[in-house]
């Protein structure tokens, strides 16, 4: 079998490199030639956990090449970003573009699937667009009923950043076919490397599957960070409100933090807006929720080191979520860089998962420094990821700290000033 992935990102990546460990032969472009000089040579240009031997052990072996170029192959996986605009509309631009260089290589009895989060309707796009830039090949759901030379299907990728090996293999899959022929095709391909459930359906169904599987975690997380900012206003403590409600039989609250980042549920409710804005409130207040906190948090810590000017202030974390290296769309570098540019000489940032401060930073004197400096020289503490390295800071040595912590990662942290005070310092 002969598979080509177009997209060599994070989710193309590990795909690429997970197929090929079946004993596929898989071909992988990519527009980057950095990207696939580093992919020939066996190594990665992303942080993921695992990813690093994988690669280097399916190129070693020949069953994993990169290139600049397409080939023929027998099933084509689309894993190419999809962005939006100012307005939130979705740029399926790039999706198209592979649509367009697989076209051109395309052959009878090919599979073509469609990983990237998409608004709906999206494959039955590429389906039209393979059906005009190849009049000679049957393609499905036009005029050929449902027995197509060609079969074209949505399967979208739900991994986990930092579990991307385990749950690209280990999870559910939803596939969805614009005939019920071309999901049973692009099964038989997933069975090749899932272990969890293959589950056929339409298309449209599929891609609305994955939107709502954001938007669902958009809009819980959303409710986590109103009910911090009402517990703020109440002086009580969300975690342990959050807590005590979660031992009730049928709740389940998220955890609150200085917003939501990533490239995935920032973006993707947006995809359901952007296609229905008059069913869509409680989505669209989700978002704007969640992107208030960023602002919210920002306020509160500017007001905790504006108070104590004699100070210097460490900001914990920079990435989108624990434990990883990405900094896209990240709560946590936006909040730092709103300090950096009022406290800039008194910022000292603590980020384990990089060696240098994005050039963002440059010019503002915030300096980077380990996470034991910081407990030896900032008087003011601003948890903005729960990296564990940072869960592991003993009490007592934080405990004459001003902390404010923006994920609950330190629940035994003395609460210096309450009730009536100007600032309060959990959140
Ligand atoms: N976050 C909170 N509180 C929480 C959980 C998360 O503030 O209780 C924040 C995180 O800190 C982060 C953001 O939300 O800033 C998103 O993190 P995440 O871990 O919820 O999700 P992602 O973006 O890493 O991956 C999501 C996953 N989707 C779901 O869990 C429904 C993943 O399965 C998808 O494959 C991925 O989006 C994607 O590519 O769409």
């Given amino acids: 079998l002969k598979v080509v992935v177009v997209g ?9 490199a997970v197929i090929a460990r079946t004993g596929a032969s898989v071909l992988g472009i990519d527009v980057s030639a950095h990207v696939v000089e580093t992919v020939n040579s066996g ?3 992303i942080e993921e956990v695992d990813l690093d031997g994988l690669v280097s052990g399916v190129v070693a072996r020949g069953a994993l090449r990169a290139s600049t170029q397409i080939e023929p192959a027998d099933v084509f996986v689309i894993a190419v970003p999809t962005p939006f605009a ?3 509309a979705p740029n399926i631009g790039y999706v198209l573009n592979a649509a367009t260089t697989i076209a051109t290589v395309l052959k009878a009895g090919d599979v073509v699937v469609l990983e990237s989060t998409s608004p709906v309707g999206t494959t039955e796009k590429v389906r039209d667009l393979l059906a005009q830039l190849r009049p000679d090949l049957k393609v499905p759901g036009k005029s050929n009923g449902d027995s197509p030379d060609v079969a074209i299907a949505y399967c979208p990728e739900r991994v986990l950043p930092g579990r991307i090996l385990v749950e690209l293999i280990d999870n559910d899959r939803v596939i969805g076919g614009i005939t019920p022929r071309c999901a049973r095709k692009a099964l038989q391909f997933y069975r090749r490397f899932v272990r969890g459930a293959c589950v056929t359906t339409t298309s449209r169904a599929a891609e609305m599957t994955k939107l709502t599987e954001n938007a669902f975690r958009d809009v819980n997380i959303a409710f986590a960070n109103e009910l911090s900012r ?14 005590l409600a979660n031992r009730h039989p049928r709740v389940n609250i998220l955890s609150p933090g200085p917003g939501v980042g990533g490239h995935c549920i920032a973006v993707d409710p947006w995809f359901l807006v952007h296609a229905d804005p008059a069913n869509t409130p409680l989505i669209r207040t989700a978002r704007e929720v969640n992107d208030a906190k ?7 810590a500017e007001a905790m080191v504006a108070a104590n000017p004699g100070e210097r202030v460490a900001c914990l974390g920079l990435a989108f979520k624990a434990n990883i290296d990405d900094f896209r769309e990240s709560p946590a570098l936006k909040v730092a860089l709103a300090l950096a540019a009022r406290f800039g000489d008194r910022l000292r940032i603590v980020e384990p998962y990089t060696d240098t401060l994005p ?13 034991d400096s910081a407990i030896e020289t900032c008087g003011i503490m601003i948890v903005l990821v729960d990296h564990d390295v940072f869960k592991s800071v003993p009490v007592d040595e934080r405990a004459d700290k001003l902390v404010y912590d923006t994920r609950g990662i ?3 942290q003395p609460r210096a000033p309450t009730r009536g005070a100007p600032l309060r310092l959990a959140s």
């Fill in 230 to 243: 009402v517990a703020d206003t109440m002086d009580v403590d969300v975690w342990e409100v959050i807590r």
């Fill in 410 to 412: 330190w629940p035994d």
């Fill in 8 to 16: 060599l990102g994070y989710i193309g990546l590990p795909t690429a």
């Fill in 86 to 88: 100012d307005d939130h």
């Fill in 359 to 371: 050039p963002s930073f440059d010019g503002s004197g915030a300096t980077l420094i380990d996470i």
């Fill in 43 to 45: 190594k990665v240009h």
């Fill in 294 to 300: 960023i602002d919210y948090v920002v306020e509160r």
